[in-house]
């Protein structure tokens, strides 16, 4: 043991020393060298690389050297232990917040506007990651993910909900990348925190008999007031309205880019939405305060929020909410109008049938809704409560 010192090895010439014990120092032709350290293990020999000399010196390479003759002495295979050790060492740099923001970025092209409201990632960002987010992801079990989310599991359920759910991909993404995750750690953790007591609450609408007089209200010409008239007239969901850029609009059709489109099956396709004699008096009202060519400009920067409608609603003393008019809509076509139910639901963005049905059936039914939302926005800005009403297609 210890034959070799520190003029032998600087002096060297090309060539295998041996220090005693299996460990072994090569000099390379190109004047190089490494330490390698010979094993044999249930009966094979086994050649382990300790490093390049003079980066590990003598009296390192000596101390590491005998450790892993320890291991072999336990009769596991040094150079696997390493490998296995060196896989720990790697997982444990992927933190849980390092995953969901892999994750998220995976998925922005398939999110409403690249996710740039940032709606798919709060749910982690507010109630996960401040807990378990320096956690390395292979790591994390049912009873850190149920310690987390109990506190709102039944107060806020719908939020903790979708704070599972995208934990749940999460997690597989982990698994995509390689990572020893337990892919059943939020099933099982759904399990201890039990069933949420909390019943979903629909999205206060208001009746249909009630719109004309709101709309008629709205004449203060704000960028709220018109924004929420033209909600109101095409029945759309809130995010596309307030991300309308006027190069959107082609004479009385208004075609909504598909990656502004929520929960289409069909999530690759556009959506035309026919625009009302109204609507398009709305647009040219709202055309002198655009900015940017987005038809409704938040105060400073980008797009008006949607708790900026929200809040217009709430200060006129009103529980009833924006996305709540797609309700009065549908409800107005169901109990006036005689028109088939896919053209009603289409009317609002959804898709009806199964994906062999609508091979086959591609129209949008423009024409028919063109005649329903000119009938909506007759009904909207009349003062009689006489209902005006579409003839057969």
Same mark, same amino acid.
């Given at each position: 043991?210890?034959?070799?010192?520190?003029?032998?090895?600087?002096?060297?010439?090309?060539?295998?020393?041996?220090?005693?014990?299996?460990?072994?120092?090569?000099?390379?032709?190109?004047?190089?060298?490494?330490?390698?350290?010979?094993?044999?293990?249930?009966?094979?020999?086994?050649?382990?690389?300790?490093?390049?000399?003079?980066?590990?010196?003598?009296?390192?390479?000596?101390?590491?050297?005998?450790?892993?003759?320890?291991?072999?002495?336990?009769?596991?295979?040094?150079?696997?232990?390493?490998?296995?050790?060196?896989?720990?060492?790697?997982?444990?740099?992927?933190?849980?917040?390092?995953?969901?923001?892999?994750?998220?970025?995976?998925?922005?092209?398939?999110?409403?506007?690249?996710?740039?409201?940032?709606?798919?990632?709060?749910?982690?960002?507010?109630? @996960?990651?401040?807990?378990?987010?320096?956690?390395? /992801? %292979? +790591?994390?079990?049912?009873?850190?993910? #149920? $310690?987390? &989310?109990?506190?709102?599991?039944?107060?806020?359920?719908?939020?903790?909900?979708?704070?599972?759910?995208?934990?749940?991909?999460?997690?597989?993404?982990?698994?995509?990348?390689?990572?020893?995750?337990?892919?059943?750690?939020?099933?099982?953790?759904?399990?201890?925190?039990?069933?949420?007591?909390?019943?979903?609450?629909?999205?206060?609408?208001?009746?249909?008999?009630?719109?004309?007089?709101?709309?008629?209200?709205?004449?203060?010409?704000?960028?709220?007031?018109?924004?929420?008239?033209?909600?109101?007239?095409?029945?759309?969901?809130?995010?596309?309205?307030?991300?309308?850029?006027?190069?959107?609009?082609?004479?009385?059709?208004?075609?909504?880019?598909?990656?502004?489109?929520?929960?289409?099956?069909?999530?690759?396709?556009?959506?035309? @939405?026919?625009?009302?004699?109204?609507?398009?008096? /709305? %647009? +040219?009202?709202?055309?002198?305060?655009? #900015? $940017?060519? &987005?038809?409704?400009?938040?105060?400073?920067?980008?797009?008006?929020?949607?708790?900026?409608?929200?809040?217009?609603?709430?200060?006129?003393?009103?529980?009833?909410?924006?996305?709540?008019?797609?309700?009065?809509?549908?409800?107005?076509?169901?109990?006036?109008?005689?028109?088939?139910?896919?053209?009603?639901?289409?009317?609002?963005?959804?898709?009806?049938?199964?994906?062999?049905?609508?091979?086959?059936?591609?129209?949008?039914?423009?024409?028919?809704?063109?005649?329903?939302?000119?009938?909506?926005?007759?009904?909207?800005?009349?003062?009689?409560?006489?209902?005006?009403?579409?003839?057969?297609?």
């Amino acid at each position: 043991m210890n034959k070799l010192n520190a003029p032998t090895l600087k002096s060297a010439t090309p060539g295998k020393y041996s220090d005693g014990g299996g460990l072994w120092f090569h000099r390379r032709e190109d004047g190089g060298a490494q330490w390698f350290l010979r094993i044999t293990v249930h009966g094979r020999r086994r050649e382990m690389g300790l490093g390049s000399f003079p980066e590990v010196s003598l009296k390192e390479v000596r101390q590491e050297a005998e450790s892993w003759r320890a291991v072999a002495r336990r009769g596991i295979d040094p150079i696997k232990e390493r490998e296995r050790l060196k896989r720990e060492e790697v997982s444990k740099l992927h933190l849980l917040k390092d995953v969901a923001e892999d994750a998220f970025e995976s998925r922005k092209a398939e999110l409403k506007g690249d996710g740039k409201a940032g709606r798919w990632y709060s749910p982690l960002e507010l109630h @996960v990651l401040p807990k378990l987010g320096k956690v390395p /992801v %292979v +790591e994390l079990d049912q009873k850190d993910i #149920r $310690d987390t &989310l109990a506190p709102i599991w039944h107060d806020k359920a719908d939020t903790a909900r979708k704070a599972m759910n995208r934990l749940s991909i999460v997690m597989r993404h982990a698994a995509a990348l390689g990572l020893n995750v337990d892919l059943q750690a939020t099933d099982k953790a759904k399990a201890l925190l039990g069933k949420q007591r909390h019943k979903a609450k629909n999205i206060p609408a208001m009746p249909w008999q009630d719109v004309p007089a709101f709309y008629q209200s709205l004449d203060g010409g704000t960028v709220t007031e018109l924004a929420l008239r033209l909600l109101i007239l095409t029945a759309v969901r809130s995010f596309p309205l307030r991300n309308l850029h006027l190069d959107q609009i082609d004479c009385d059709v208004w075609t909504i880019p598909a990656e502004a489109m929520k929960g289409r099956r069909d999530a690759t396709k556009s959506f035309r @939405v026919p625009l009302s004699k109204e609507a398009m008096t /709305v %647009v +040219e009202m709202a055309k002198p305060l655009a #900015r $940017d060519g &987005l038809l409704f400009p938040g105060v400073r920067r980008g797009v008006i929020s949607d708790m900026t409608m929200a809040s217009f609603m709430k200060r006129s003393k009103l529980v009833e909410r924006p996305h709540g008019f797609r309700s009065s809509f549908r409800d107005w076509v169901a109990e006036t109008q005689s028109v088939p139910f896919e053209v009603a639901e289409t009317c609002l963005g959804h898709v009806v049938g199964g994906s062999v049905e609508r091979s086959y059936k591609r129209t949008d039914f423009l024409e028919q809704r063109r005649a329903i939302m000119a009938c909506w926005g007759q009904y909207t800005t009349q003062n009689s409560l006489s209902q005006p009403t579409i003839s057969r297609f």
